[in-house]
Structures are given as structure tokens and as C-alpha cells.
């Protein structure tokens, strides 16, 4: 499941509000760099 999020999910939450003739929106220039990460408590 971490997969999926990571590699199909995550990225398109990332280019929300984005489109291809205009300028990235606020909310994708502000998520650009951003990354998920998990920590694992045992």
C-alpha cells in the first residue's frame, strides 16, 4: 500500500490545481519539493 501512495497518489496530490497552459498553481509551488515519509514504531 505504501507503493501505491508513494508512487501513484502522492505525486498527483503534489500537482493539484496545476495545469498545462498556465502557470503551476500556489498549492503545487509550494509542494514541489515535497516528499512522504513514514517511521515505523515498534
Not at 503551476?24 to 513514514?38: N, R, W
Amino acid at each position: 500500500m505504501f507503493a501505491t501512495v508513494r508512487d501513484d497518489v502522492f505525486p498527483l496530490i503534489k500537482t493539484l490545481g496545476a495545469s498545462d497552459d498556465a502557470e503551476d498553481s500556489t498549492y503545487s509551488q509550494h509542494m514541489k519539493d515535497a516528499m512522504i515519509i513514514l517511521t515505523l514504531h515498534v
